[in-house]
């Protein structure tokens, strides 16, 4: 035997094109208003690992490791190496930077 817990509240969307069930007031409020955020997943951002280096004349840099290529791409200042160690290169960054190097 399953039991369930059927909606208290009926709302009619911000649209006004379809029936909604909602458990409390506040919700069904939120529904018929337009204030509920959608459930769409954002698209996935890829990263990529690397490292950072100083070079001789004081350049902050940091080398991407994407696959079998390195890619040098240069940064403003240590704080922004190390974000990047951090959080990794996003792919298009990436991208942009290795066909930038190519035109060199």
């Known amino acids: 035997m399953t039991y369930s ?24 409020r939120a529904y018929a208003s337009g204030r509920v955020p959608e459930k769409v997943a954002k ?3 890829y990263t990529y690992n690397c490292k950072a280096f100083v ?4 350049q902050f840099y940091v080398n991407i490791h994407a696959g079998s290529q390195v890619v040098r791409m240069d940064v403003a200042n240590a704080q922004t190496a190390l974000h990047y160690v951090r959080n990794g ?10 066909f930038s ?3 060199k």
């Not at 070079?55 to 004081?58: A, F, V």
């Not at 290169?89 to 290795?98: F, G, H, M, P, Q």
Request: aromatic share 6%; glycine share 4%; proline share 7%.
């Open 55 to 58: 070079s001789p004349l004081g």
């Open 89 to 98: 290169v996003d792919t298009a960054l990436a991208c942009s930077i290795y």
């Open 5 to 28: 817990i059927a909606p208290n509240f009926v709302a009619l969307s911000a649209d006004r094109q379809s029936l909604v069930g909602c458990y409390n007031l506040s919700s069904a």
């Open 43 to 45: 698209p996935t951002s």
């Open 101 to 103: 190097n190519l035109s």
